[in-house]
C-alpha cells in the first residue's frame, strides 16, 4: 500500500476512534434503570441498595430516577427514597414518598451531589418492627434537565 493510502486510512480510523469516544461519554449520562432489592430497616432506620453510581453532572435539576416496583409490605405500599454519598452516607437529596407501582418519579438532588459516587437509600414510611424487601429501578441521573421538579 502506498504512503498516501495508509495516511487516509489512519485518518478515516482516528475520526471513527473520536466519534466512538464522544458518543460514550454522551450515553453514560443517559436515562437508564439501574434495578436494585435490599432489605428495609424496621423502626424507620435508612437502608441503602449494594451498588454505586457517579453523578457526573454538576446541576442539581438533572434528577434522579426511582421506581418501586415490588414492596414486601404489601401493593400499593410506600417508602421514603433519597440518594447518599456511597463512602460516607450523607444525604445528597430530600426523602421522597414513593408508592408501590406508580412508575417512575423524578427528584431533584442537592448540591452536595456534584460529581459524586451516590447510592439508592430508604427508609420505611412506618415506625414500626417490620423489615421486608423493596425492588425497582433506579438512576443517579437522567441526563436531561427537568424544570418542574419537587423542592
Known amino acids: 500500500m502506498k504512503l498516501k493510502n495508509v495516511k487516509a486510512v489512519l485518518i478515516v480510523i482516528m475520526a471513527l476512534l473520536c466519534f466512538a469516544s464522544t458518543f460514550s461519554v454522551v450515553s453514560m449520562a ?72 406508580t412508575g417512575p418519579h423524578y427528584y431533584r438532588a442537592l448540591e452536595n451531589a456534584q460529581n459524586q459516587y451516590v447510592t439508592l437509600g430508604a427508609r420505611n414510611n412506618n415506625n414500626n418492627e417490620d423489615t421486608f424487601t423493596i425492588s425497582g ?12 421538579l419537587p423542592a
Not at 37 to 66: E, I, L
Not at 78 to 98: H, L, P, Q
Not at 137 to 148: K, Q
Open 30 to 101: 443517559a436515562e437508564d434503570a439501574f434495578g436494585y432489592s435490599f432489605k428495609v430497616k424496621a423502626k424507620m432506620k435508612k437502608s441503602y441498595a449494594n451498588d454505586s453510581r457517579q453523578r457526573t453532572t454538576g446541576r442539581t435539576d438533572n434528577p434522579w430516577k426511582v421506581e418501586l416496583s415490588y414492596t414486601g409490605e404489601g401493593k400499593g405500599s410506600m417508602n421514603y427514597f433519597f440518594i447518599a454519598k456511597t463512602w460516607n452516607k450523607d444525604e445528597c437529596s430530600r426523602m421522597y414518598g414513593v408508592a408501590q407501582g
Open 137 to 148: 429501578y433506579w438512576d443517579e441521573e437522567i441526563g436531561r434537565i427537568l424544570p418542574d
